[in-house]
């Protein structure tokens, strides 16, 4: 329990971070892919459900922080919408694959 629950911490600190270093970049869409090396490192040291976990919290966090409207779910962008799909799709199957339980 203890260890999922670090894996769940780095993943939150992890994407705070990337959100924080993109703020106001003109690459804020390659904040979420980065988070997926991230994401997939986390499920192979502490398991496919904590990569899962990971994976939709960095997601809302990058959508409430990083993407405009600030503090909102929805994401305006066009392109910020791809790369939050990209993080959720890359992250759910990666961690499911590559994770064990």
Request: some cysteine.
């Amino acid at each position: 329990m203890v260890n999922s629950a670090i894996g769940f911490v780095l993943c939150g600190f992890a994407a705070s971070l990337l959100a924080i270093l993109f703020w106001n970049s003109q690459y804020q869409v390659l904040a979420p892919i980065l988070f997926t090396v991230v994401v997939v490192a986390v499920a192979v040291r502490f398991g496919r459900m904590v990569g899962i976990l990971g994976t939709l919290f960095g997601a809302a966090l990058f959508a409430l922080w990083l993407y405009p409207p600030f503090g909102s779910l929805g994401v305006s962008g066009q392109q910020a919408r791809g790369s939050l799909n990209a993080l959720l799709l890359g992250g759910l199957v990666l961690s499911y694959l590559l994770g064990e339980e």
